[in-house]
């Protein structure tokens, strides 16, 4: 036999709650804090000033970027549907997701043609078994590369959505060496919010899926990508 009890109304203790923080909050805003400090140290660089020659940041780039076990890949402006086609066959992959936008570029054309290119132009209800059991691949574009860490920075929107990178088993990301940037707040300025807007969200992405939650002991996979590739098109003209 069971009992239920009904839940008490805190409606009235929330209410007062809300009150007092409303009457305690300052007249007139705070100021802003200043960040200079922070951008001139060591974990800002180049968000002041010249902007760091983005050909100096390939090397480091790539060298933060596989010791979290992301693999690098080099292209050119004119080759690199051709790497990404190489990178899909190595993993075998058969059924690749990409976004509305990419989809029509003739680069990512090329890119999948031999490869079933599956849109994301549905609402992801519509198709989340699919995705979840049966897309191989997920292939995006990067908005930026953060050098010091060898970090991704995608910005998902209705053309590329972040569960491109976050569902398929291997992510293929494609970035532009010009787009690389020495640190978090340089590539983050770089994105010109203040006059496009804030997105929904950045995603930012370091190596593949990894968790330490079971006894401390780094495992990669255990919730989204086992693999990240990354194709580093050097559209500089840098001999590497």
Not at 6 to 25: E, F, K, W
Not at 109 to 119: D, K, M, N, W
Not at 215 to 240: C, M, R, T, W, Y
Request: overall charge neutral; some cysteine.
């Amino acid at each position: 036999m069971t009992s239920s009890t009904a839940s008490p109304d805190t409606g009235a203790a929330r209410g007062a709650i809300l009150a007092r923080l409303r009457q305690s909050a300052p007249s007139q805003p705070l100021p802003a804090p200043s960040l200079a400090a922070y951008h001139a140290g060591p974990f800002g660089r180049g968000r002041l000033g010249v902007r760091i020659d983005p050909a100096s940041l390939i090397a480091p780039f790539e060298a933060a970027a596989r010791g979290w076990r992301a693999d690098v890949r080099h292209a050119t402006p004119a080759d690199w549907p051709a790497v990404v086609r190489a990178v899909l066959a190595e993993h075998g992959a058969r059924r690749v997701a990409v976004g509305c936008g990419p989809a029509a570029d003739p680069g990512c054309v090329a890119a999948l043609a031999e490869v079933e290119a599956c849109r994301f132009d549905r609402p992801l209800a519509h198709w989340k078994t699919e995705l979840f059991d049966r897309i191989d691949a997920g292939l995006t574009t990067a908005r930026a590369g953060i050098a010091d860490t060898g970090t991704l920075v995608l910005r998902p929107g209705p053309d590329e959505p972040r569960t491109l990178s976050l569902v398929p088993p291997l992510h293929v990301a494609v970035l532009r060496a010009s787009d690389l940037h020495a640190s978090l707040p340089a590539a983050i300025a770089a994105q010109d919010l203040a006059t496009t807007g804030m997105p929904t969200n950045l995603v930012l992405v370091t190596g593949p899926s990894k968790t330490a939650d079971i006894q401390q002991v780094l495992a990669f996979g255990a919730h989204g990508p086992k693999a990240l590739v990354i194709v580093l098109v050097n559209d500089l003209e840098v001999s590497l």
